[in-house]
């Protein structure tokens, strides 16, 4: 362990962070198995799942108006709340289980109100993590908070499928719920540092509204991150991972059918776990690759969408689990150079709102292709939507490489904010 890495985790309230985000992660994890296993169990159909997981997915859409609220409102008080009302909605599935209410309706009311808890989650990070950790330490504590969130998808996805093979899914709802308890107390001991808001220090004008004086500075807060990424290089990046996005709503929407017809639930768990395990090692590999040229890492995908094509067509499961798994270690290491990329290029100050417009922009293909994903299986069928699937990250090697000056990209560790046409107004009026 280098000296930079010791002193990171000597940080108390990353470490602290580092546990809830563990934990919190986990709890996702085990109840996005649970909620789109029971769905397609009650209805056998890929339709339900995906409008289901679409909405599930929503906070990819939305996330830009949590965006400036992130930016602006405590953001202790935000974390520790989301986890008590999602404790609570995972507890009321198995009551409702037991009482003979539990229903395809019920299912959705439950995803929309876990939705909206998780929306403030994304942009979340992207505004703490420079709050807490020194600049010159964030691509390490990046790389350790992707290790956790994507080492979870690999044991607990997994171990939710299994879970749900031998005791049901609504089981699985109770022990998810003590996830959540646990997450609200790691998270209520972090100490954010001052923000510059009026908001956070109590310093409020007694006349005025706090709600009103949020929603006032709104319009100009998303105004902002618009107007710094419009005419960048960020631009082409994120309609790449649109469509990369699209690819992967589909594929979210269906795993259930295409893992059911392999082997049932602990397959489909398997499949997710494979996922998870590709992106851990990408993200582990990610801070070894900085000095990478940016441009070749993107390229890199197309390796993941061979390896998702052959994963489809394998003649076992386990060799398609394997395969799987393959194809997502390079959107790993993509993912983990992206944040550390945006922390560097962008003023700490701006990067709830930037990230969060980023974010909306590229991911708001997730829900739509998992609605999407639901209907083209029930049309072409499962597997033949899963070989298609794999286009997404097709067509980002393919397009960077036909783009040379997207292929040309600079090394994270060298990258300027000139690289990308970024222009940061240095006399930007004070919020």
């Given at each position: 362990m280098?000296?930079?890495?010791?002193?990171?985790?000597?940080?108390?309230?990353?470490r602290?962070?580092f546990?809830?985000?563990?934990?919190t992660?986990?709890?996702?994890?085990?109840y996005?198995v649970?909620?789109?296993?029971?769905?397609?169990e009650?209805?056998g159909?890929?339709?339900?799942?995906?409008a289901?997981?679409?909405?599930?997915?929503l906070?990819?859409?939305?996330?830009?108006?949590a965006?400036?609220?992130?930016?602006?409102?405590?953001?202790?008080?935000?974390?520790?709340?989301?986890?008590v009302?999602?404790?609570v909605?995972?507890?009321?599935l198995?009551l409702?289980?037991?009482?003979?209410?539990?229903?395809?309706?019920?299912?959705?009311?439950?995803a929309?109100?876990?939705?909206?808890?998780?929306?403030?989650?994304?942009?979340?990070e992207?505004?703490?993590?420079?709050?807490?950790?020194?600049?010159?330490?964030?691509?390490?504590?990046?790389?350790?908070?992707?290790?956790v969130?994507?080492g979870?998808?690999?044991v607990?996805?997994?171990?939710?499928?299994?879970f749900?093979?031998?005791?049901?899914?609504?089981?699985?709802?109770?022990a998810d719920?003590?996830?959540?308890?646990?997450?609200?107390?790691?998270?209520?001991?972090?100490?954010v540092?001052?923000a510059?808001?009026?908001?956070?220090?109590?310093?409020?004008?007694e006349?005025?509204?706090?709600?009103?004086?949020?929603?006032?500075?709104?319009?100009?807060?998303?105004?902002?991150?618009v107007d710094?990424?419009?005419?960048?290089?960020?631009?082409?990046?994120?309609?790449?991972?649109?469509?990369a996005n699209?690819?992967?709503?589909?594929?979210?929407?269906?795993l259930?059918?295409?893992?059911?017809?392999l082997?049932?639930?602990?397959?489909?768990?398997?499949?997710l776990?494979?996922?998870?395990?590709?992106?851990?090692?990408?993200?582990?590999?990610?801070?070894?690759?900085?000095?990478v040229?940016?441009?070749?890492?993107?390229?890199?995908?197309?390796?993941?969408?061979?390896?998702?094509?052959?994963a489809v067509?394998?003649?076992?499961?386990?060799?398609?689990?394997?395969?799987?798994?393959?194809?997502?270690?390079?959107?790993?290491?993509?993912?983990?150079?992206?944040a550390?990329?945006?922390q560097?290029?962008?003023p700490?100050?701006?990067?709830?709102?930037?990230?969060?417009?980023?974010?909306?922009?590229?991911?708001m293909?997730?829900?739509?292709?998992?609605?999407?994903?639901?209907?083209?299986?029930?049309?072409?069928?499962?597997?033949?939507?899963?070989?298609l699937?794999?286009?997404?990250f097709?067509?980002?090697a393919?397009?960077?490489l036909?783009?040379?000056?997207?292929r040309?990209?600079?090394?994270?560790?060298?990258?300027?904010?000139?690289?990308?046409?970024?222009?940061?107004?240095?006399?930007?009026?004070?919020?």
């Amino acid at each position: 362990m280098t000296v930079a890495e010791r002193s990171l985790w000597r940080n108390r309230d990353f470490r602290r962070f580092f546990a809830g985000q563990f934990v919190t992660n986990a709890g996702d994890s085990l109840y996005t198995v649970a909620v789109l296993w029971l769905a397609f169990e009650l209805s056998g159909s890929t339709l339900v799942t995906g409008a289901l997981n679409a909405i599930l997915l929503l906070p990819w859409l939305l996330q830009v108006f949590a965006g400036p609220l992130v930016d602006r409102l405590p953001l202790r008080t935000v974390l520790v709340g989301s986890q008590v009302v999602q404790g609570v909605v995972v507890l009321v599935l198995p009551l409702a289980a037991v009482t003979g209410h539990l229903s395809i309706g019920v299912l959705f009311a439950a995803a929309t109100v876990l939705m909206l808890a998780t929306l403030v989650m994304s942009p979340m990070e992207s505004a703490l993590l420079p709050r807490i950790v020194d600049e010159e330490r964030l691509s390490g504590a990046n790389s350790a908070l992707a290790t956790v969130t994507l080492g979870l998808d690999m044991v607990f996805d997994a171990v939710g499928g299994g879970f749900i093979a031998v005791f049901g899914a609504t089981t699985l709802f109770l022990a998810d719920s003590l996830t959540f308890g646990v997450a609200t107390l790691l998270f209520a001991g972090v100490t954010v540092g001052t923000a510059v808001n009026p908001a956070e220090t109590g310093e409020t004008d007694e006349s005025e509204p706090h709600g009103e004086s949020v929603l006032r500075s709104y319009v100009s807060d998303l105004r902002t991150g618009v107007d710094i990424l419009r005419g960048t290089t960020f631009v082409e990046l994120m309609m790449t991972t649109a469509v990369a996005n699209f690819a992967t709503g589909v594929t979210l929407a269906i795993l259930p059918a295409f893992g059911d017809g392999l082997g049932g639930p602990a397959v489909y768990g398997l499949l997710l776990g494979a996922l998870g395990v590709g992106r851990l090692v990408g993200s582990l590999v990610g801070p070894y690759v900085e000095g990478v040229p940016y441009g070749m890492v993107l390229v890199s995908q197309g390796i993941g969408a061979s390896c998702w094509v052959a994963a489809v067509v394998a003649p076992s499961p386990a060799l398609t689990v394997a395969l799987f798994g393959l194809a997502w270690v390079p959107a790993g290491a993509s993912d983990v150079l992206t944040a550390t990329l945006n922390q560097r290029v962008f003023p700490a100050d701006l990067l709830g709102r930037v990230s969060a417009t980023k974010g909306t922009i590229s991911g708001m293909t997730l829900p739509l292709g998992s609605l999407v994903g639901g209907v083209v299986a029930e049309w072409l069928g499962t597997t033949t939507t899963m070989a298609l699937a794999a286009s997404g990250f097709g067509f980002t090697a393919v397009y960077v490489l036909l783009r040379p000056r997207l292929r040309r990209l600079p090394a994270v560790t060298a990258a300027e904010p000139d690289d990308f046409d970024v222009e940061v107004e240095t006399d930007r009026p004070a919020e």
